[in-house]
């Protein structure tokens, strides 16, 4: 915290952060129960877990504050004279590194008399929505007795941090893309997810995989223990979500920079509610002039037994379009392709299509990504390279 040049004012300035208490855990005591100081420490198995029937209060203004928290503050201006005080305002600002927020300000409609030891109260809410430095500023103006204004103000700086760490994996499927999210908890206590939430581009429907964490009255506490997400300071969870294209044809569908938006939702031990959003890029090569859509996957992919795959490559340029494919075997060690790996096809005319069939050899069990493709123009000799078609899981038949 800190103040302007020292000045002697009838007025005081106070700030107070409110946010819920935690339990309080009293060092471990093992003992005999009779042995137990007083009621308080009575309890059943207390002595193992250390919990006592107490509630710890803030210790300080600042603390830990996540982004998508709420951040609340008790902002009080008192008359500690033995005068009345006239035309009394406040004004609470939030500053971050980008932008500046008014949280309160009376200024246009100030308290005209402030008796000796009243007070100006203001409770202020504000969800943190940037991580990095955040100053609270507080200011406090009100007239002397010959008309002159005067004003002083006060700082109060804390840090917002990240409450997760979310590690993204994006796969290509048949029509669309598999998304894996690792949640681990950056926090040093635990927290309830309440909901994780993916809203996917107008191009995309999403499909989620996620046990459902909504409240059933028929149990108790309205939560079912067995789809509960509960996180210890540290834990990891992971989510599961399918995009799938609206219309593949649709062209526009590919240049979208992201996939959407993902929403985390949680609650503290104490119910105090945050909330974090993230958008999600698309890091998939885009290929504005020539798409490629896989069209046919069997549904069982077995090890060391040949199957068929099929895709569609469309001709979004200007130009009709004489491909030759060429697949890198040093590229698809896992997933061998049968046959040629260097053939050509017919021309693409503007906006038209061909569907490609190979096959393929599957040599290590597990995900496997079938990668090493590059289609050439031969008229031109312009080069598209697909880095990744397809994720495919390949299992192992049993005896």
């Known amino acids: 915290m800190s103040e302007d040049k020292k000045e ?8 107070m952060r409110l946010s819920k208490p935690q339990i309080s855990i009293e060092p471990q005591v093992v003992c005999e129960k009779s042995e137990l100081p007083g009621p308080v420490l009575a309890g059943d198995q207390v002595e193992a877990f250390g919990v006592s029937e107490f509630l710890a209060l803030p210790s300080d203004f600042v603390g830990d504050i996540w982004m998508g928290e709420k951040f609340r503050c008790y902002v009080s201006v008192n008359n500690d004279s033995d005068k009345i005080v006239h035309f009394v305002s406040l004004k609470a600002e939030l500053q971050t590194g980008s932008r500046r927020f008014t949280l309160f300000d009376n200024s246009k409609d100030p308290i005209a008399e402030l008796f000796p030891g009243k007070n100006l109260d203001q409770i202020i809410t504000h969800t943190v929505s940037e991580r990095g430095t955040h100053i609270l500023v507080c200011l406090a103006s009100y007239s002397i007795p010959t008309g002159e204004k005067k004003l002083f103000r006060k700082f109060f700086k804390f840090q917002v941090s990240y409450p997760f760490t979310v590690d993204k994996a994006i796969f290509s499927t048949q029509n669309g893309f598999a998304l894996s999210l690792d949640l681990c908890n950056r926090t040093p206590i635990s927290i309830f997810i309440e909901s994780v939430s993916l809203n996917p581009e107008p191009g995309f429907r999403v499909i989620d995989f996620n046990p459902s964490q909504s409240i059933d009255q028929n149990l108790p506490l309205g939560l079912d223990p067995n789809l509960l997400c509960f996180l210890k300071a540290g834990s990891v969870r992971q989510f599961l979500f399918k995009l799938e294209y609206k219309d593949v044809e649709d062209p526009m569908v590919r240049t979208y920079s992201r996939l959407g938006e993902l929403t985390l939702v949680w609650r503290s031990s ?4 945050g909330s974090y959003a993230e958008q999600i890029p698309q890091n998939i090569t885009l290929k504005s002039e020539l798409c490629l859509l896989v ?9 060391e037994e040949p199957f068929n795959l099929s895709f569609k490559l469309i001709n979004r340029g200007k130009t009709p379009f004489t491909p030759r494919l060429c697949f890198d075997q040093s590229l698809t060690s896992k997933l061998k392709v049968v046959g040629l790996s260097n053939q050509s096809l017919k021309e693409i005319s503007v906006g038209g299509s061909v569907t490609v069939r190979i096959c393929v050899f599957a040599v290590y069990p597990g995900l496997q990504d079938l990668t090493g493709l590059t289609i050439i123009d ?16 390949v299992e192992q038949r049993s005896n």
């Not at 104490?270 to 509610?273: D, I, L, S, T, V």
């Not at 069209?295 to 090890?303: G, H, N």
């Open 8 to 15: 002697d004012h009838p007025l005081s300035l106070k700030v």
């Open 295 to 303: 069209t046919d996957v069997p549904s069982s992919i077995y090890l």
């Open 378 to 393: 031969t008229k031109t000799e312009r080069s598209f390279r697909f880095d990744r078609l397809i994720t495919l899981l």
């Open 270 to 273: 104490m119910g105090e509610e």
